[in-house]
């Protein structure tokens, strides 16, 4: 069976960093494209990240340029997240998601057809 789990958030300080992990199962992780999103309370669910495993390229929505870094391990099937320099306004909870072609990425939510059950990340003094 299909599965995302992610772990990692938590509690940080502004300036603060943390590594989110989005574990794969059920299917081979390097033949697939995994996002990054988030939802604020209130507010929609964006696009953070993505990345091609074939060719290696990677996106950022504005917001988190410079900060965040996608990066995956597929010996592990994994897809990590890692958040540096960190505001409150990156409170959110996180998910990762499938998306429904191999090659592809993008940081529109409708593109992707499996997603995980999200890790909280509370960025606060």
């Known amino acids: 069976q299909l599965q995302l789990v992610e772990s990692g958030g938590g509690l940080v300080q502004p300036g603060g960093s943390l590594r989110l992990s989005c574990a794969a199962s059920g299917f081979t992780l390097a033949y697939s494209e995994i996002g990054w999103f988030r939802q604020a309370p209130g507010k929609e669910r964006e696009g953070v990240s993505c990345a091609i495993s074939s060719t290696g390229n990677t996106y950022y929505a504005d917001s988190v340029k410079g900060r965040f870094t996608i990066s995956r391990d597929n010996a592990k099937n994994t897809v990590y997240l890692q958040l540096n320099n960190l505001k409150p306004e990156d409170t959110a909870i996180y998910y990762c998601?499938?998306?429904?072609?191999?090659?592809?990425?993008?940081?529109?939510?409708?593109?992707?057809?499996?997603w995980g059950q999200g890790t909280q990340v509370t960025v606060s003094s």
């Open positions: 998601a499938l998306h429904r072609y191999s090659s592809r990425c993008s940081l529109h939510p409708i593109d992707y057809v499996h």
